[in-house]
């Protein structure tokens, strides 16, 4: 069965990529225009394997198409390049709305409270479910690379989170030696974002980092390849260990267009 899936990937990514899909690529999705020739061959071959094996629907009226096909693809196979990837395998359906959403949010609050109701979002992802985008939001964050944020890059590091069997900021590192390092480095940056916010200072990791390790994972992701290189200035050691995680280095690519 493995052997029948390696070659039907490599079959597809051997196909001629759709002149169309790349005019939507260089349309779209700044991030694009840094990559190498080497990179941007191969993020199209991954492309054609994602495409092919997640379905889209849209919610609220949205028509899928392949313009937002392609640039929701494109962005989540970054965080696949240069890595041995089964394709984020527990992924199946990838949910469109228009625009920012509504969704029910249950929080416990310190002693014992809980607090219930509606809360605007731009995308979620769910363990072993699919991932909810706002069109409006993919495609802002897809022109814009000099934007912080990228709520594509946001839901499918959940997504990588979540193939180590929990959603906890511990995704499967590519070799054992890396978890005690990993531990170490990020576990510490989490908790020195969570006491310069408790003591009201300006942070330059997204605060929503703060909510759990799980989205600061999130977060760091992000920062990783939309602004690397204040992340290395600020936080060295921890630029350090998601350039390991994904075997890039988002800098290089960022100081030739600087």
């Given at each position: 069965?493995?052997?029948?899936?390696?070659?039907?990937?490599?079959?597809?990514?051997?196909?001629?990529?759709?002149?169309?899909?790349?005019?939507?690529?260089?349309?779209?999705?700044?991030?694009?225009?840094?990559?190498?020739?080497?990179?941007?061959?191969?993020?199209?071959?991954?492309?054609?394997?994602?495409?092919?094996?997640?379905?889209?629907?849209?919610?609220?009226?949205?028509?899928?198409?392949?313009?937002?096909?392609?640039?929701?693809?494109?962005q989540a196979c970054?965080?696949?390049?240069?890595?041995?990837?089964?394709?984020?395998?527990?992924?199946?359906?990838?949910?469109?709305?228009?625009?920012?959403?509504?969704?029910?949010?249950?929080?416990?609050?310190?002693?014992?409270?809980?607090?219930?109701?509606?809360?605007?979002?731009?995308?979620?992802?769910w363990y072993r479910?699919?991932?909810?985008?706002?069109?409006?939001?993919?495609?802002?964050?897809?022109?814009?690379?000099?934007?912080?944020?990228?709520?594509?890059?946001?839901?499918?590091?959940?997504?990588?989170?979540?193939?180590?069997?929990a959603n906890e900021?511990?995704?499967?590192?590519?070799?054992?030696?890396?978890?005690?390092?990993?531990?170490?480095?990020?576990?510490?940056?989490?908790?020195?974002?969570?006491?310069?916010?408790?003591?009201?200072?300006?942070?330059?990791?997204?605060?929503?980092?703060?909510?759990?390790?799980?989205?600061?994972?999130?977060?760091?992701?992000?920062?990783?390849?939309?602004?690397?290189?204040?992340?290395?200035?600020?936080?060295?050691?921890?630029?350090?260990?998601?350039?390991?995680?994904?075997?890039?280095?988002?800098?290089?690519?960022?100081?030739?267009?600087?």
């Open positions: 069965m493995f052997g029948f899936k390696h070659k039907r990937r490599e079959h597809l990514r051997s196909l001629p990529f759709p002149e169309k899909w790349e005019e939507i690529l260089i349309k779209n999705f700044g991030y694009y225009n840094h990559l190498s020739k080497e990179d941007q061959e191969e993020l199209k071959g991954d492309i054609q394997i994602f495409l092919d094996e997640k379905k889209f629907e849209g919610l609220e009226g949205l028509e899928i198409t392949d313009e937002i096909r392609v640039t929701i693809a494109a970054i965080l696949l390049l240069h890595r041995e990837t089964d394709f984020y395998p527990t992924l199946y359906t990838i949910l469109v709305y228009p625009h920012p959403f509504y969704s029910h949010v249950k929080q416990n609050l310190p002693g014992g409270l809980v607090s219930e109701g509606e809360q605007g979002r731009l995308g979620e992802s479910g699919p991932v909810v985008l706002s069109w409006d939001d993919v495609l802002r964050s897809a022109h814009d690379h000099n934007d912080p944020h990228n709520v594509v890059f946001h839901e499918f590091a959940h997504q990588l989170d979540s193939e180590s069997g900021g511990i995704p499967l590192l590519p070799n054992k030696s890396m978890y005690i390092a990993w531990a170490r480095v990020l576990g510490g940056e989490y908790q020195h974002l969570l006491d310069e916010i408790h003591h009201n200072h300006k942070t330059d990791i997204d605060p929503y980092g703060a909510t759990n390790a799980a989205e600061f994972f999130a977060v760091v992701t992000e920062a990783f390849f939309e602004k690397p290189i204040q992340l290395k200035q600020h936080h060295p050691q921890l630029y350090e260990q998601l350039a390991l995680f994904y075997k890039q280095n988002p800098i290089e690519r960022f100081s030739k267009h600087t």
